[in-house]
């Protein structure tokens, strides 16, 4: 029988300890216990590699200690380096001029000395009635002559026109240099939609494309309605119906 080799003795001795549980020895006064042997459970791994104690331990540990890196914030715009979100003003809100309830067309009642067919207008009050027969009239909001600018009479219709031109007066134009001297009817024409000329004055029963002046005093003196108004008045009175203005 041959001897052994001293380095062939040490791997038999190795493997046995890999093979059989080690019994840890309590550690004396003085001394430090080694830590326990762990055993690979990949039992494909070199058997060396089977002997590295904790190796598993270590490597959860590893991945559990890794830090996770704060999200950074990102410019709101590509043009500007703030960092924080832009607070958004919100868009303002476009307010519609409209009329007043209060001007808009309605049937009231009436009994007053004027015979069904007169139109008469109440400035103070900014109020046109339409005098009807059966005890009632209609009654539309208006915008009346300025400060300066008031009158009162009694005058017939003598033309209705639609889609009026308008020629501002001499007087008018010294007062407004902006004023042109003739403009075409259509939207854009402060006369609006229909015109009643009352007599041989400059005034009219008009429409208007500022609506929202109905219910104040703001024209030179004619009497303006809302366009829809005075369609529906042009269509009710004729050449010849007698206006009141008090």
């Known amino acids: 029988m041959f ?25 004396t006064a003085g001394q430090v216990a080694p830590p326990p042997l762990v055993l690979s459970p990949n039992l494909t791994e070199p058997w060396v590699l089977q002997l590295q104690p904790r190796a598993a331990t270590r490597n959860t540990q590893r991945v559990q200690r890794q830090r996770v890196q704060p999200q950074r914030a990102q410019p709101v715009n590509w043009w ?25 067309p309605t049937i009231v009642t009436y009994d007053g000395k004027h015979k069904p067919g007169t139109i008469v207008i109440d400035t103070n009050a900014r109020y046109l009635y339409l005098v009807q027969s059966d005890g009632t009239a209609r009654r539309y909001g208006v915008g009346v002559g300025k400060p300066g600018f008031e009158w009162a009479g009694s005058h017939k219709v003598t033309r209705k026109a639609e889609w009026p031109d308008w020629r501002p007066p001499a007087a008018m134009r010294k007062r ?3 004023l042109p001297v003739f403009m075409a009817g259509g939207p854009d024409n402060p006369l609006g939609a229909r015109a009643l000329y009352l007599g041989s004055t400059l005034y009219r029963i008009h429409g208007s494309n500022q609506p929202w002046t109905i219910g104040h005093a703001v024209s030179s003196g004619c009497i303006r309605m809302r366009n829809e108004d005075v369609i529906d008045l042009y269509e009710r009175v004729g050449v010849g119906t007698t206006v009141h203005v008090i």
């Open 3 to 27: 001897p052994m080799p001293k380095m062939a003795l040490t791997a038999l001795m190795v493997a046995a300890t890999a093979a059989v549980p080690m019994m840890v020895q309590p550690a």
């Open 80 to 104: 500007s380096r703030q960092r924080q979100p832009v607070q958004q003003r919100p868009a303002p809100q476009t307010r519609t001029r409209q009329v007043a309830p209060q001007f808009l």
């Open 176 to 178: 407004r240099p902006d």
